[in-house]
């Protein structure tokens, strides 16, 4: 059972536009996400965070939306830049119940062409 | 010092041999963790240390044994494994297990390991 899903394996976007990655999950209790970022031969690297008292958090290109009611987070990358291919993975906790476990997606590919 | 080193990165072994991944950070974080991850697969959660205990273990076959030295290394001990353990391992760290936290986790490189 896939708590987290990332239901597109790969994006293609040009240079300059946006990039819009989506993330779904089942399990209500989660109150904590993350997006990683991971290049090849490399660790996932984190990008940015959000709790759910927020819906929407902002740090410079990178713009990550909640939309509870929907169960549905994205990722905003604007504008895309060709360093930016790579593989979002979204991650999810239920921090509050006091399990501190992330769950993670399968991973988008993104790929920004120049 | 803002990484966590991986040693090695790559890992062939035999499924009788005996090897150990290392994982090393000085950043003072007090939470480490070791996440397996297969090809187009999320990363899985194996192990948490917290303050050098033991804090969670996701049910992992005791083929894998982990071991936390001191605050800065985290050790993984191979043994007697499967070509379906076949995996990337990847280390990870945190300034507590406890949440929030606005950084999440700092990954290593990963140790790409193969069992034949």
């Known amino acids: 059972d896939q708590q987290v899903k990332q239901n597109s394996p790969s994006l293609s976007v040009q240079e300059g536009r946006i990039s819009i990655l989506n993330c779904d999950y089942t399990n209500s209790m989660f109150d904590y996400f993350l997006w990683y970022k991971k290049y090849p031969a490399e660790g996932p690297t984190f990008l940015i965070s959000i709790s759910s008292i927020k819906d929407k958090n902002e740090d410079g290109r990178f713009t990550v939306f909640l939309n509870k009611s929907a169960k549905h987070l994205s990722l905003h990358i604007v504008p895309s830049q060709p360093g930016d291919s790579a593989v979002y993975f979204c991650?999810?906790?239920?921090?509050?119940?006091?399990?501190?476990?992330?769950?993670f997606g399968t991973g988008t590919r993104l790929k920004v062409l120049a | 010092d803002t990484e966590v080193t991986q040693t090695p990165k790559h890992l062939v072994m035999g499924m009788t041999n005996k090897k150990s991944l290392k994982c090393e950070q000085h950043?003072?974080?007090?939470?480490m963790y070791w996440y397996k991850q297969k090809a187009k697969k999320p990363p899985e959660l194996m192990f948490v240390?917290?303050?050098?205990?033991?804090?969670i273990n996701e049910s992992v076959p005791s083929r894998f044994s982990p071991e936390c030295p001191n605050s800065s290394l985290l050790n993984l001990h191979l043994h007697a494994l499967q070509p379906e353990d076949s995996a990337l391992y990847l280390c990870a760290s945190s300034q507590e297990q406890a949440f929030p936290t606005n950084y999440g986790y700092t990954f290593g490189s990963g140790t790409r390991l193969t069992v034949v």
């Open positions: 950043m003072g974080h007090r939470a």
């Open positions: 991650a999810a906790s239920a921090a509050a119940s006091g399990t501190y476990k992330y769950i």
């Open positions: 240390y917290s303050y050098e205990k033991l804090s």
